[in-house]
């Protein structure tokens, strides 16, 4: 639908718009016919992963974020709610302290995944089989809360300058500088977080009327909560390892497309993943059009549009209540 | 079909805490019959009532559906053949009437497949059985506390239950509404369907429903029919009231004076 050619747009103008200008076309014809011209190795080494990875991370936030909203019938939720992101953030971070991100290519990925599952499942032990919305919400900030703590900790104790400035930026968010590798280490974690999201939009369609209502319409509420962690800390685990930490795209894109399917959660999804893609991608290609020299990433920039965006709902579901 | 137990409850008991609940509780509900579960606040009718729709595992006891055992079910099976209107619900997103009465259907989709032409009937059947098919567009919070009422019974009709379990569905209802949702629970009757209601009413249970089932602290207290459970010793001992009888019979006391205007009076 619109949706989709809105995407295929946009993924096409990334791969146009960069520091310096190339000819797409004839670099395609290049990269196609084995040529290895300069302008053929930035399209596909350069632009391609840094597309791709906008793609996947975008759609991976917006979805997830659906997802997380949709379970807890919280607008206000998203992935770094269950502890989700701040887990993956302090693995990813550990591996890059420690020197294991440099001497094997791996670590920084499966540091992340791991980390994003060890939080998720805090999060939930702490909140306890039976929880509710509340408890499991502050749960997930305490969560969170104590991995900002560690990461700020790792960043004290860090032995060289170099290892600081390593976290610190990635910790801002940046999709630039990836290579094809770091595309291919994202995917299957993504792929399979995504594929165990797909069947659980009727279930969070049924969570519209309520938990014990919707166990009675044969939902099993404990499986489908599990089955979002698990889902949700594989594909954010792998997006923030890569990308660093994204803030807001999973919190926006769902409310900004709420109203756009009628409000219900399950068509919902799949409309976020791609509005998240859109938005990842729109929000890259913006960071690129800033002068050259001047590199903001992507991560504040989303953080800068974002957070007062969220400041705008807060109010407004207060307007709401009262 | 006439026989066939629906729902057989044997020996239910339900420790919460340390604090018992429900103490041995047993009950069946047959095809076509209306049984009405009665007590003061309390007494465990809600609680019972999510045992019998799967949502709380009994401390206790064994529960039957259509002859096979409620836990062995599968969820989606438990879900086609019982159906649960919960006591004050809600919807938590603002979406359209006929989207709320479409979740109904829900138990027959399962994961995958897109609602048939079956499935849009029914769901029109169901609107316009509760005359909801003016509203059927508008968003769910707009609508008043008895439009809302009968939106979630039209939800639970749609499911086609044979049983259909409701808690205080006129709790929060005027007189014509109240009327108006225990008809269509009755229809359900009619149809061949059961009903387990929790009512506080009793001139209503009296009315509607073929048998009362009267709970006390966890306990059931009597059961049969309402002339039967509805007497001075129950109503003494389960709320600590004295039935005053004005001049006329006990019946007289518990009989609905009120009907709709343009219906024959019950």
Known sequence: ?322 | MADVKLIAADGISLTLGGRPILRQISLQLKAGEMLGLIGPNGAGKSSLLKIIAGIVEPSAGELLVNGHALRRLPGLERARSIAYLAQAGTAHWPITVARVVALGRLPHLGSWRNASAEDLRVIEAALRRTDLLELSERPFPTLSGGEKARVLLARALAVEPNTLLADEPVAALDLSHQLEVMDLLRQHCNEGGAVLVVLHDLRLAAHYCDRLHLLYQGRTLATGTPASVINDANLAQAYGVSIRRAGGSLADAFALTWSKIGHSAP
């Open chain 1, 1 to 322: 639908m619109l949706m989709s050619g809105v995407l295929a747009c946009l993924f096409l103008l990334s791969l146009f718009i960069g520091a310096n200008p190339i000819p797409v076309l004839a670099a395609v014809m290049d990269a196609a016919g084995d040529t290895q011209s300069v302008i053929a190795l930035i399209l596909t080494e350069v632009r391609l992963p840094r597309a791709l990875i906008a793609l996947l991370a975008g759609a991976t936030l917006g979805l997830c974020g659906a997802a997380m909203q949709g379970l807890l019938r919280n607008p206000l939720a998203s992935p770094g709610l269950v502890g989700s992101a701040g887990g993956a953030a302090l693995g990813a971070s550990l591996t890059l302290y420690s020197g294991l991100a440099a001497g094997f290519w791996l670590a920084l990925p499966a540091g992340g995944i791991v980390g994003s599952l060890l939080a998720t499942l805090l999060v939930y032990s702490l909140a306890g089989r039976a929880a509710g919305t509340a408890t499991l919400i502050l749960a997930g900030v305490a969560v969170n809360s104590i991995a900002m703590a560690l990461i700020s900790l790792l960043i004290n104790l860090a032995p060289s300058p170099y290892a600081v400035r390593e976290i610190v930026l990635w910790m801002l968010g940046s999709i630039a500088n990836h290579s094809m590798d770091d595309f291919w280490i994202m995917l299957p974690g993504t792929l399979l977080g995504w594929a165990l999201l797909a069947g659980t939009g009727r279930s969070l369609d049924a969570l519209t009327l309520g938990e014990e209502t919707a166990h009675t319409l044969g939902v099993n509420l404990d499986r489908l909560r599990w089955r979002i962690f698990i889902a949700i800390a594989l594909a954010v685990g792998s997006a923030v390892s890569t990308t660093g930490a994204i803030g807001f795209v999973g919190l926006v894109t769902p409310h900004l497309l709420r109203p756009l399917v009628g409000f219900q959660p399950g068509r919902l999804l799949p409309a976020s993943a791609l509005g998240g893609a859109i938005m990842l991608l729109c929000a890259d290609i913006g960071v690129r059009l800033f002068p050259a020299g001047t590199e903001i990433k992507v991560g504040v920039l989303t953080a800068l549009v974002g957070a007062p965006f969220f400041l705008f709902l807060i109010v407004r579901s207060r307007r709401w209540q009262t």
